[in-house]
């Protein structure tokens, strides 16, 4: 056997092994001297005592019991307890080898007897114990402060109070977990008991030991009248439950009742509850009846251990021990989805969006978790509506196999955005509200600059779309604030070291490096780490040269190789260039900076494609600044910042659990900028939800912009960071933006649409068709995916034009082509493209990345450049040769390629729409992203920090004071 110790105050557990040729090691004969009523006493030692915090006293008219060998009680009933809980120990430590059912009992002031009882228990079953003894007078408080730490312990599996009555109060009793309640005294598990639904219940051990001696006192008890006297708490109410539902009739008295003596004569068995001095009469038990003394008392009493009832009722609590280990173990494994949608009642016309989302009322974000299998203990609230899931569901799932992963893409989208996040939601709740099949959506969280700015919500449209709208277009749960306060941290390490570094000697500056305290200097963990760098193996800062103390302090930055801007998450054009150092404290280190939105953060980049917490420390640590005047890359584990970073980042890091209108799951994680950046949701957001969807489920994921680039990005970049391989791609388009690139006018955002949008025409349709949206298919047929092309209808399209498009659509290459109602019919609208999607996702994928990472930076451009966008070939500024140069010396010349360039056209040039040819890709210059992991050359002029237009969102955006009612986003 095994036992537990309760190491501090804090509540840690650690687990000593017996020592070699011992039964039990670690024990004490008795709690150590019991301190004030707050204080807590630390036991190395184990117990086991009666249900409802008592012992009680059983005096039973059977024949003695004899004892074996080592003074453990050999009844049959025992025998059979132990031997039954012994095969369930065994078998589930045959199915789970790591695992070890611990009990965890809290004890007020010492009793000596009851640790000799559980301890032979816990050898004869093999459970660990630990046993935390408080001061005899200990309050409510130092109780419920010793529960909580118990229930939220993944390694006890059971939690008994022997407690005095008066401390089990029902404050006490309903913090314990029910799960973790082997005794069964908690309300709720008393009231699963009462109903008979004892699939997540327990029964209370001594309600179990006297149902036991019942049934053997008898061959049979049915129909026999069993009378309990005084039993009105939970354990009476078990008892009568108990011996009701075995065929017995149960009576109740009290002792005050003048037909005591009558009832206790006519009883087949008599079981009484609180009795203190109180006796029956021998003379009042009729021959062969059974009586059982339950006195609740805090003293040993050894008539009980002679008889062998204490040890009975020790093995029904280590048999529900065993079973609530059982049960845990259980629910980490893989849970069926039991997901309860949320009806629709489309209406027509289609009201606001955010009319739509107001008047439907999102499930409980707990109940949606418990839905798809998540544990309470893996989910974090924010609100009623949202929750971050916490990363440790991957290890828990780890051996579930994945769903089918499906990418949503684009055509080129036209200024007004073609509905990718709008089809994405009306795919999943077709798949999950209609067909019954498990599915996630994965979207980006949106930046609050275009959601004030031009483009306003991003939650879908019509009904698809997420719920709360408002929530989610409106900080979410703070991650992109997080990213901010991280990004700017970096920027003002910058500037502060340069100050530091013109202003101060070297020795001035090691000295506030490497401060001095308590009259020792240290190097902290990450100073250890440059220093190891820098190729010097010391670890005591007094035994650094003052060649070495130079190289260690001074990062000498050059400010004009500093490429680390500040990022708002504002639309703010006239941050885009700025000066900074102007005061006079600043002592002439003024320079020129700027300003990015905040999702193009290389930060926001690294938390997207990040697999797990090491992973983003790691990237957060390799994100290069700047360079020193030398030539060398300057890091953010240079500034010493990167473990602050990930301070900031531990929570951001957790993907948002969200729901669709019709109830079906969402992950809201990340928002890369879809231009610098690859633009996709979150690696872990993926993975997560593809864990939880199981082997035939489906997680549909999107991609930014058209296929030309943030499909190309998913596929070459976010899959080699992932591993994961996708089985199909939905590629979306609208009939407003083929008549676009079928040689129809310009379209603007806020500008009425020409009549060519409004009115039938097949010709426009056609040229679009033939052009981009055969082009756009070609592209996800370069890496081996099926494709499923996905016509978002808009009102005014007609029949001709929706049926050429699907007609010409599979004549390109397309598995399937469909229309989508979504808008004005929520999943319903969508069943088709769900069909679809599940029929091509069943298909073999033959995935396999456009280019291998090895190849030279400038061939890797170039195959971007003429197999995805069209182009003869590309063209380098000289600015553009030299960082290349750069970036191989510096051994970067591996990573990836994340192109810069319009999402607006295949080529660099916004007007030219359809399928460009015969066009150079000028690639004026080449940046790195270091920390993410891929190499991004900038196409013509691209601005990572957008401007307000003359008439922003926010004109219409307001709130009701009194009803706190947010109006004006979409």
Known sequence: MKLSMIRSACGSLRIHPARSGSRVSGFTRRCPPVGPANSRMILRTASATSSGGTNPRLSVNFEKLSQNDDGFECDSSLREVVQSTKEAMLALQ??????????AIIQAGEVDGLLEINKKMAVRIGLNITQICLAKECSEDDIVEEVLKLNEDPRVHGVYLHLPPASLTTRVLNTLKPEKDVDGISDLNIGRLVR??????FVPPIASAVLDLLEKHDASLEMKTVLLVGGEGPLGVSLQCLIERSGMVVLKSHWSSNNLQRQVMQADAVVLF?????????????????????EPTLETDEHAIQTGIGYLTAAYRTQNVVRSCSRWVQEQQYQPWHLHSLKLQPLTPVPSDIAISRAQTPKPVDQLAEEIGLL????????????????SLLDRLHKQPDGKYVLVAGITPTPLGEGKSTVTIGLVQALSAHLQLNSFACLRQPSQGPTFGVKGGAAGGGYAQVIPMEEFNLHLTGDIHAITAANNLVAAAIDARMLHEATQTDKALFNRLVPSVNGARRFSPIQISRLRRLGINKIDPASLS???ISTFVRLDLDPSKITWQRVLDTNDRFLRKITVGQASTEKGQARETGFDIAVASEIMAILALADSLMDMKNRLARMVVGTSRSGQPITAEDLGVSGALAVLMKDAIKPTLMQTLEGTPVFVHAGPFANIAHGNSSVLADKLALKLVGRDGFVVTEAGFGADIGMEKFFNIKCRASGLR?????????????????GGPNVSAGAPLPKEYIDENLSLVAGGCRSNLRKQIQIAHLFGVPVVVALNVFKTDTQAEIDLVCEIAKECGASEAVPCHHWAQGGHGSIQLAKAVHEAASRTSDFQFLYNTEMPIVEKIRTIAQKVYGADDIELTPEAKAKIDYYNQQGYGSLPICMAKTHLSLSHMPDKKGVPTGFVLPIRDVRASIGAGFIYPLVGTMSTMPGLPTRPCFYDIDLDPVTEEITGLF
């Open 274 to 294: 609180g009795a203190g001095n109180m006796e029956v009469p021998p003379a009042w038990v009729k021959p062969g009846a059974a009586l059982i003394r339950c």
């Open 376 to 391: 309470p203990e893996e989910l974090e609230a924010y609100g009623r509506s949202k929750a971050k899931v916490r990363l």
């Open 196 to 201: 008979g639904d004892l699939s997540k219940g």
């Open 94 to 103: 045959r199915r789970n080898p790591g695992i070890q059912p611990l009990l």
């Open 726 to 742: 996708p089985n199909a791609v939905v590629l979306v388009a609208t009939v407003r933006a083929l008549k676009m690139h079928g």
């Open 546 to 548: 003052p060649e070495e």
